[in-house]
Nanobody, 129 residues
Framework: EVQLVESGGGLVQAGGSLRLSCRASGFTFDDYAIGWFRQAPGKEREGVSLISSSDGSPYYADSVKGRFTISSDNAKNTVYLQMNSLKPEDTAVYYC??????????????????????WGQGTQVTVSS
């Protein structure tokens, strides 16, 4: 059974930082993408940052480029999201997710929720102004 357990969310002031962690277990996919989506109240779930298991190539949403950094520690089966210069609009529930098979269309990293197969329970990130 695939399990994704997030941690590291919380309340922070604008301009502050948080680091999210996602510990993954229960799968041995050969080539997959893993990373983070977020969902704010009344909005659709959006891809924030994802990383390829095969070559470590990252994807970032335009709204977080230059502020967020995704990384992975394969020995610990853990993916991290370092979030700096946080803004109130970053407030959301952040979900860890993994797709069983990484399929790139036109070289694009999959970044739609429907393209991902397994999800964590989510961790709340709240950024106060």
């Amino acid at each position: 059974e695939v399990q994704l357990v997030e941690s590291g969310g919380g309340l922070v002031q604008a301009g502050g930082s948080l680091r999210l962690s996602c510990r993954a277990s229960g799968f041995t996919f050969d080539d997959y993408a893993i990373g983070w989506f977020r969902q704010a109240p009344g909005k659709e779930r959006e891809g924030v940052s994802l990383i390829s298991s095969s070559d470590g190539s990252p994807y970032y949403a335009d709204s977080v480029k230059g502020r967020f950094t995704i990384s992975s520690d394969n020995a610990k089966n853990t993916v991290y999201l370092q979030m700096n210069s946080l803004k109130p609009e970053d407030t959301a529930v952040y979900y860890c997710t993994v797709t069983e098979t990484l399929i790139r269309v036109g070289g694009r990293m999959p970044a739609e929720a429907a393209e991902y197969d397994h999800w964590g329970q989510g961790t709340q990130v709240t950024v106060s102004s």
